[in-house]
């Protein structure tokens, strides 16, 4: 049941929509659990679960571990029960969760658009070393991802990291999930405003308090200054995107409701002006209305997004103003979107006259050895630190501009590059079935090698053409929004036999025309076919292209069976 303390004081002009039957909204007075999930947080606050793992958990080892936390509470500690060895993709609908959890997890290191120093960095690199066998992955989301992580070195790995004021606090779970912020905040010679200063607060108001512990299911925060809209904001739960209002100046709209996976939905754009120093008031806002009128009794329908759906955002905003901010938002029309978002990837010069240098890693996937060397050049070369990006990359800020060649260079030896492919530059992948419970199929490792195979197809790809691979329907990779996303599913052979393949998306795109990719009726392919399949559609377009077309508008308009990967007829 929510605490009273945090209840809306609803204002009387406020009429709020009902649904047709009850969704567990605790505003509405509907406050008894109506799934597990919820039982579960009724019946203990998650974030109290730090406290067994340090003084039982940890002690006794994984067979203490209550189902109840490991399952569930966990998550908001960062931490999930990786996939155990031996199950192929055809059992992951079929056996329990119970039945695919290994002794080891997953943790997740929230970095919420903050620089990581020299020192940051190679605590991370240590933690991976020591304790997770030298795995550690950059996500989407600007975190760093371990695997093989026991119970008994948590304690251990939390004091390493939290030295350097890192942290796995609600990394996961029914909770604020890890932010997404500008790479070049602060830095940027075009930047239209530093959030920084309102990503800090924002955490430091929500991280650990128990007012947002308990959210009726994930809840995503994307926040950008620069007109690149480098964040994926239409996609998050709740995004600022740097504006500026033609009397008050620089400050931020509001976006809200976006999100991918099953139903895959835009953020809605209020169109409004919020200033700096209220950036954290809207988000805590947006937050409540989520906690209070969020749906709570179907896991399925339990996002911000369906909640926006059924309001529509002239009502959200009406609650929002009168429910939560107690007074107005100023009217502004939404900024002008880049033709495609920014990664930053390059060598750029900063505002203050060093630079800045984006580097790719091969689909996100690094390990601790790579961090620690990076911490070092950082140090060696007097440089400020790292941000992790919005698309599995980095970049590295305050590079002197004399040391920039050499810095590029060195990040070569170390298995970075600031002078990637556009495959390299362009392709996620999500963790998949080596270690997600959830995952159908290989990505990383299959990734890698389309990567490899497209670098020797297409060497000078005068274009940019991003692939997202995911190894299940959830969209971690952002599948929906790529210009080919490969969703990853069992399918059949040329022989009949059930084989890992991928349900194919076709133009999906942020940025100027966001658009969800195109679906192929009865089209899928083979893991093992899938180098030809994409060097078939990339060939279609650069044939039939216009001058100037990209990717995803040459989508749009191309014959299916361009877009299925067929040869030309043979002419009778």
Same mark, same amino acid.
């Given at each position: 049941?929510?605490?009273?303390?945090?209840?809306?004081?609803?204002?009387?002009?406020?009429?709020?929509?009902?649904?047709?039957?009850?969704?567990?909204?605790?505003?509405l007075g509907y406050t008894e659990p109506l799934n597990k999930n919820e039982q579960s947080k009724k019946d203990d606050d998650p974030l109290n679960v730090r406290d067994r793992i340090l003084f039982t958990y940890s002690r006794r080892g994984f067979d203490s571990i209550d189902p109840a936390d490991l399952r569930g509470r966990?998550?908001?500690?960062?931490?999930?029960?990786?996939?155990a060895p031996g199950f192929d993709g055809g059992k992951t609908a079929q056996l329990e969760e119970? %039945?695919?959890? @290994?002794?080891? !997890?997953?943790?997740? +290191?929230?970095?919420?658009?903050?620089?990581?120093?020299?020192?940051a960095l190679r605590a991370l690199g240590e933690c991976s070393t020591s304790y997770a066998r030298n795995t550690a992955d950059i996500t989407d989301r600007n975190n760093i991802q371990y695997h093989w992580i026991e119970i008994e070195s948590v304690p251990a790995i939390w004091e390493r990291l939290e030295s350097v004021g890192l942290t796995t606090l609600e990394a996961c779970g029914d909770s604020p999930r890890p932010f997404l912020g500008s790479p070049v905040a602060g830095i940027a010679k075009d930047e239209i405003i530093d959030g920084s200063e309102a990503l800090a607060e924002i955490k430091r108001r929500i991280l650990g308090n128990p007012a947002y512990s308990n959210l009726p299911r994930k809840f995503k925060t994307a926040l950008t200054g620069h007109p690149?809209?480098?964040?994926?904001? %239409?996609?998050? @739960?709740?995004? !600022?995107?740097?504006? +500026?209002?033609?009397?008050?100046?620089?400050?931020?709209?509001?976006?809200?409701g976006g999100g991918l996976s099953t139903n895959p939905m835009l953020a809605h754009k209020l169109?409004?002006?919020?200033?700096?120093d209220e950036v954290a008031d809207a988000w805590e806002g947006v937050a409540g209305i989520f906690r209070d009128y969020g749906y709570r009794r179907l896991r399925s329908k339990a996002r911000l997004k369906f909640l926006l759906a059924d309001w529509g955002k002239e009502k959200f905003r009406e609650v929002l103003e009168n429910e939560y901010l107690h007074r107005a938002l100023v009217d502004n029309p939404s900024p002008a979107a880049p033709v495609t978002p920014g990664d930053h990837i390059g060598i750029h010069e900063q505002k203050d006259g060093h630079f800045y240098i984006g580097a790719a890693p091969v689909v996100g996937r690094i390990d601790g050895t790579t961090l620690s060397a990076l911490g070092d050049l950082v140090d060696a070369y007097g440089a400020a630190g790292a941000r992790l990006t919005a698309y599995q990359k980095l970049v590295v800020i305050g590079v002197a501009a004399e040391d920039t060649e050499r810095f590029a260079d060195d990040l070569e030896k170390i298995g970075l590059t600031a002078r990637p492919s556009n495959w390299r530059r362009s392709t996620m992948a999500c963790t998949g079935i080596e270690f997600c419970k959830l995952a159908i199929v290989d990505t990383k490792e299959r990734s890698r090698r389309l990567v490899t195979e497209l670098?020797?197809?297409?060497?000078?790809?005068?274009?940019?053409?991003?692939?997202?691979?995911?190894?299940?329907?959830?969209?971690?990779?952002?599948t929906q929004v790529a210009d080919i996303g490969l969703k990853g599913q069992l399918v059949m052979d040329a022989d009949g036999q059930q084989v890992e393949g991928f349900q194919v998306h076709l133009g999906g795109a942020l940025g100027l025309n966001p658009v969800m990719g195109r679906k192929l009726r009865a089209h899928k392919v083979t893991s093992a076919g899938l180098d030809d399949y994409v060097t078939a559609v990339v060939s279609a377009y650069l044939g039939d292209r216009t001058d100037g077309e990209r990717f995803a508008d040459w989508v749009a308009r191309a014959d299916e069976r361009l877009l299925r990967g067929e040869p030309e007829p043979v002419p009778a």
């Open positions: 049941m929510p605490d009273l303390r945090f209840k809306p004081q609803a204002a009387q002009s406020t009429e709020i929509p009902r649904p047709k039957r009850a969704e567990g909204q605790w505003a966990f998550r908001w500690m960062g931490l999930y029960t990786q996939r119970e %039945e695919l959890d @290994d002794r080891f !997890f997953m943790m997740r +290191v929230r970095t919420d658009g903050a620089i990581l120093d020299g020192p690149s809209h480098d964040v994926a904001p %239409e996609v998050n @739960d709740v995004s !600022f995107v740097g504006t +500026v209002h033609p009397e008050h100046g620089p400050g931020f709209d509001l976006w809200v169109g409004v002006w919020i200033p700096l670098e020797k197809r297409f060497p000078d790809l005068d274009t940019q053409i991003s692939v997202n691979v995911n190894g299940c329907p959830n969209a971690c990779a952002r």
